[in-house]
């Protein structure tokens, strides 16, 4: 059985993981003043998706979900964490291009709407199942708002 300390860790690890996508966001949005709303709108969303993320580590009981190692690997979500803090230093220093930024965003939106830990599995507890199902449903908007934008640039 793993320990409540390490399960906390997993939700701490998760919700870093969602703020630091809202920190490369936030960078997008300092570099690219024309699209700040939308860099800016992204980055408060990841942020309360952090919130909500941390808020399941309160309770011990809904805990237990985390529990799987497999679906939630504490060192791939540091790693994939450092990555993102990188990225977002990375923006704040050599601009990449808004193509660059959009590409990055979508692949990154995608990648988290896969991922196994918002997969919500029949053994979740009901409050994180609905946690889960509802940032796995905004990711997956904000892959496709993304998506639209970076079409948009294909067009012009």
């Known amino acids: 059985m793993v320990g409540t300390d390490r399960l906390r860790q997993v939700v701490e690890a998760l919700a870093a ?3 630091a996508v809202g920190e490369l966001y936030a960078s ?3 570099a690219f003043r024309r699209e700040a709303e939308l860099w800016n709108r992204l980055a408060a969303e990841e942020r309360s998706h952090g919130d909500a993320i941390r808020s399941l580590g309160a309770d ?3 805990l237990a979900t985390f529990a799987d190692t497999t679906r939630f690997d504490l060192r791939q979500l540091e790693t994939d964490t450092r990555a993102l803090k990188e990225l977002a230093e990375a923006a704040r220093y050599s601009k990449p291009s808004l ?3 959009l590409q990055v965003a979508v692949e990154l939106e995608r990648s988290v709407a896969e991922a196994r830990a918002f997969q919500v599995v029949a053994s979740d507890d009901p ?3 609905e946690v889960l199902d509802r940032l ?4 997956m908007e904000h892959a496709e708002r993304l998506r ?3 079409a948009s640039l294909d067009r012009s």
Not at 136 to 139: A, I, K, L, S
Request: proline letters at 0%; glycine letters at 10%.
């Open 148 to 150: 639209r934008k970076l």
């Open 136 to 139: 796995r449903e905004q990711t």
């Open 17 to 19: 993981h969602e703020y």
């Open 127 to 129: 409050g994180v199942a």
């Open 99 to 101: 193509r660059e930024a």
């Open 28 to 30: 997008y949005g300092q």
């Open 60 to 62: 011990d009981a809904q």
